[in-house]
């Protein structure tokens, strides 16, 4: 028999391992680490411990080296495990002897004396984590002088944000739900909210989608039955919005599971589009749009608040490979909008490979987005694009990292 909540730790184990040897995303990972777990709660706590462990894995790191005369390597268990436990005493408030007795046992046969005398030694010490956490190197290279900011952002995972089937209805729901309002047709909650019993979740008045998600569809304003094409739409809170927003909706996406998610959510909302499973680089419409909007793949790393696992899983290449993906759609998107019509470009990355450089060679007429189509406290760069990231309109709560632009068809 296991220890109780022994499972949970080794599954966050194994979550953190995918994530960092084998390169997969956490919700790749949690397939098969969480699948022998019993239980929502101790699923969400392997989840809970493991996007600590990554989201403060250096300053972790570099504790545990203070308190060992000899540094354990980089992959070595012990340091796993000091990783987890550490987390959890530091940043989820689980009581000293509960991580004692559900994180040694994860040594067994191996160095349990060792880490035993550092994780008490840190724990009588008193240490604490500091505010911000120390991004990877890699990633501090990137960011450049960005980084700080961005950081600051990633110290705490999201508040959930929700967006509204019915804008004009925006105060009644932030009332009923207890949230705030940011800009119409936008309420936040508090995270750790379960989604499915709230008031509105059931009769389809409401989905979960970023404050800084939701701003690509807006750039469309409101459609008035043109057509637009949501080009990489799955699972489908740019195709709800556009629907809401009186557009004739074309959804097209490659991954079919993705695409059944979008389907429940069409259909959860009451709200319509033609769905369409099929390759954007080998479809062809039978008639050009009057809008186009290219939520393109992308290597996510504006999502490392909700998924710490693109700190230390992107690298060049794939942002690389991801730039080239980008290029080719643009143009084949450009090519299928109707003179006129208005084409809106958006990742949620951080990268400028995949942002700025990649809207800096569209050969269409920029149109510049405006202050007045943003929440407050957000402005567009000096050429007419917006650019967001996690540490802005931090006293509210932040928003994820994203790129967007949009221009017309001459
Ligand atoms: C950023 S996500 C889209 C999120 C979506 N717009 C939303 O708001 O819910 C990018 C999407 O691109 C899709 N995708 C990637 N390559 C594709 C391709 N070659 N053709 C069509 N869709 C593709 C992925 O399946 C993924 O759903």
Known sequence: MDIPGLPAR??????????LRRGETLDQAGGSALARIKGDADRALARAIAGEVLRWRADLDALID???????????????????????????????????????????????????????????????????PTLPEPVMERWGIRAETIAAGLAVPPPLDLALRDAAATAEWAERLGGVSLMPGHVRLPRGIAVEHLEGFREGAWWVQDLAASLPARMLGAGEGRSVLDLCAAPGGK?????????????LDNAKRRLERLRENLERTALEAEVVLADAFTWEPQEKFDAILLDAPCTATGTSRRHPDVLHRIAPRQIEEMAEIQTRMLARAAEWLKPGGTLVYAVCSLEQEEGEDRAADVELTLAPITAAELPEGLSPTGEGWLRTDPGMLAEAGGLDGFFIARWVKG
Do not use: C, Y
């Open 10 to 19: 080794r599954a966050a184990l194994n979550l953190i391992d995918a994530v």
């Open 66 to 132: 203070s308190a060992t005369r000899l540094p354990l390597a980089d992959d070595a268990k012990a340091r796993a495990v000091l990783q987890i436990m550490l987390a959890q005493v530091l940043r989820l408030e689980t009581p000293a002897h509960a991580v004692i007795a559900t994180g040694l046992p994860l040594l067994m046969g191996g160095p349990r004396r060792l880490a035993h005398g550092v994780f008490s030694t840190l724990t009588k010490r008193a240490v604490t984590l500091p505010e911000v």
């Open 239 to 251: 195709t709800m919005q556009l629907a809401a927003a009186g557009w004739k909706v074309t959804a």
